[in-house]
């Protein structure tokens, strides 16, 4: 599969949120290359529901910032054929939940056509998902939806956690030949952080973001910073935390995973989806395969639980906190859980912890 990447001419550091982080990538990839087009609900003259489009229309014209109907399905044929014909589109589903009308287009076409080609035909189709909860929506306006998608062999599955990994990743996305669903964590798009555009991502690796020789947490998108807040607490105790940022849910750098655990012996794996057939369930039995002898504990997930996405007035409950997460870590070290007075060796309803 393709890697290739695009390295913006812009040079220096700015101060972006995650939102305008996107915002810059699809203005620079559009200035650098008459092929890419984006279409979407509501994405030109309104800029979209979180803005993340705002002035693109008016800049590159309705021709190149394509308002669509509210027609998932439509939106991704369509943008299958523009992409089967040479243009690089970036599509965006406006919400999660919004996805499932155009399922059957993504997973039967847009994944397969590459490979049933031969190669002869690419798919530089990039699909934008804001996905994730924290942001006191209604019914399929808060979900996580990933583990769908990188079951379907032919897609390339990513996310971002900080602006400059939105920035890079989804440049990296838009010149890439293969098909890309690009998730963007919406609860995080008013975060802020320095971007250098001239700053080159791949999409398959994994970054270590805090080093530590006691417990590892692999965490992406929006749990990323749970996992460095509860590195930071857990150092108080004398515990020292390495986190890494998977960025690529498919495929997974497991590589990177299994040489923090050869070295911490302890692992713990967080994300916002349910539990069952999960990335978290992946990663855990790809460790277990070639590192399991190093293991000191059994491994932990600390995800959203296995039902349907509750209403925001209890949505903190469902979502990964900094307390479950450094419950699991004092899991893993045969600590009692201190934070909650529960002993979870005890508990046995099932579900995630």
């Known amino acids: 599969m393709s890697t290739a990447t695009t390295a913006s001419t812009t040079t220096g550091t700015e101060t972006l949120t995650l939102a305008k982080a996107v915002n810059a990538a699809l203005a620079d990839s559009l200035e650098d290359d008459d092929r890419v087009l984006l279409m979407g609900e509501d994405i030109g003259k309104l800029g979209g529901v979180f803005r993340v489009t705002d ?30 014909r040479g243009f690089r589109v970036v599509a965006e589903i406006q919400f ?26 690419t798919m530089p189709l990039t699909i934008r998902v804001p996905y994730g909860g924290a942001i006191g929506s209604v019914e399929h306006h808060s979900e996580s939806p990933e583990s769908y998608f990188a079951h379907t062999a032919g897609l390339r599955v990513v996310t971002a956690s900080t602006p400059q990994e939105a920035y890079s990743t989804l440049r990296a996305a838009i010149a890439s030949d293969d098909p890309v669903l690009f998730f963007e964590p919406k609860g995080k798009y008013y975060t802020k952080g320095e971007v250098d555009r001239s700053i080159v991502r791949d999409l398959e690796t ?47 750098d497991v590589d990177t995973v299994v040489e923090s655990v050869r070295r911490t012996g302890r692992l713990v794996v967080t994300h916002e989806a349910p539990n069952e057939s999960s990335v978290s369930a992946e990663l855990i039995a790809s460790v277990a395969e070639r590192a399991f002898q190093h293991l000191e504990a059994a491994p932990e997930r600390v995800t959203g639980y296995d039902t349907p996405y509750p209403p925001s007035a209890v949505e903190h409950d469902y979502l990964p906190s900094l307390d479950r997460l450094l419950d699991a870590v004092d899991r893993t070290l045969g600590r009692r859980n201190s934070r909650t007075g529960l002993d979870y060796a005890s508990v046995t309803t099932g579900g995630a912890r």
Request: glycine residues 8%; negative net charge; without cysteine.
């Open 96 to 121: 999660d939940g919004f996805i499932y009308p155009a399922f059957d287009q993504i997973v039967a076409q847009v994944a397969k056509l590459r490979y049933r080609s031969k190669g002869r035909v």
């Open 206 to 252: 994994a970054h270590v973001v805090a080093s530590g020789r006691d417990v590892t947490i692999a965490a992406y998108g929006p749990t990323v910073d749970t996992a460095l807040r509860a590195a930071v607490a857990a150092a108080d105790e004398g515990i020292e935390v390495e986190v890494i940022d998977l960025r690529s849910i498919s495929p997974l």
């Open 55 to 84: 002035g693109l229309q008016d800049r590159f014209g309705p021709q190149r910032v394509i308002d669509s109907p509210l027609a998932e399905s439509a939106i991704i044929g369509t943008a299958i054929g523009m992409s089967y």
